[in-house]
T-cell receptor
Framework: SQQGEEDPQALSIQEGENATMNCSYK?????LQWYRQNSGRGLVHLIL?????REKHSGRLRVTLDTSKKSSSLLITASRAADTASYFC????????????FGTGTQLKVEL | DTEVTQTPKHLVMGMTNKKSLKCEQH?????MYWYKQKAKKPPELMFV???????INESVPSRFSPECPNSSLLNLHLHALQPEDSALYLC?????????????FGDGTRLSIL
């Protein structure tokens, strides 16, 4: 399996703090995406970063990509209780078909 | 509310039953996907349809049979399933094409095999 690894597996923080999640993968990629999954719901796309990009921002989210280390990080700033969810990175090797391989996920809990 | 609608939300079936999962989207997407997700695990790709044609089958057992009757609908026909097939089945859609595309997911069908 080419599944990526994420760490930490679980993260518990206080509201207002920043949360950082890391993703490592094994093969060359075309792009990497981050998704959020609330309990009992489907996945929601957060951000897409192409292999020739190093950093991308979207609101309170900041994603970095280091293709030499085959790793990415997702930073959520000023976290809120509503950010409590599982976060998955997903890699696209670019072979066509928009085929995504998801990482193992990080469970984030933001406490009031 | 999600823009990809999956029915039913829950399904309990015996190992000899035949049932179907349905997925519908009206975003004009021409790529649709089925994923299987076990508890506390990431989604695993099962099938990809592009322009209503099956483009990827991730070596899924034949007891799962996908169908894409038109550009808005995607079905997953189930027959003679095993208890280990109990999982959340997620449908997704995206623009088709060669460039990277975010996928839009439904909320899934939670399937239990007795």
């Amino acid at each position: 399996s080419q599944q990526g690894e994420e760490d930490p597996q679980a993260l518990s923080i206080q509201e207002g703090e920043n949360a950082t999640m890391n993703c490592s993968y094994k093969t060359s990629i075309n792009n990497l995406q981050w998704y959020r999954q609330n309990s009992g719901r489907g996945l929601v796309h957060l951000i897409l970063i192409r292999s020739n990009e190093r950093e991308k921002h979207s609101g309170r989210l900041r994603v970095t990509l280091d293709t030499s280390k085959k790793s990415s990080s997702l930073l959520i700033t000023a976290s809120r209780a509503a950010d409590t969810a599982s976060y998955f990175c997903a890699t696209d090797e670019g072979g066509g078909g928009n085929k995504l391989t998801f990482g193992t996920g990080t469970q984030l809990k933001v406490e009031l | 509310d999600t823009e990809v609608t999956q029915t039913p939300k829950h399904l309990v079936m015996g190992m000899t039953n035949k049932k179907s999962l349905k997925c519908e989207q009206h975003m004009g997407h021409r790529a649709m996907y089925w994923y299987k997700q076990k508890a506390k695990k990431p989604p695993e790709l099962m099938f990809v349809y592009s322009y209503e044609k099956l483009s990827i089958n991730e070596s899924v057992p034949s007891r799962f049979s996908p169908e894409c009757p038109n550009s808005s609908l995607l079905n997953l026909h189930l027959h003679a399933l095993q208890p280990e097939d109990s999982a959340l089945y997620l449908c997704a859609s995206s623009q088709a094409g060669t460039g990277p595309q975010p996928q839009h997911f439904g909320d899934g069908t939670r399937l239990s095999i007795l």
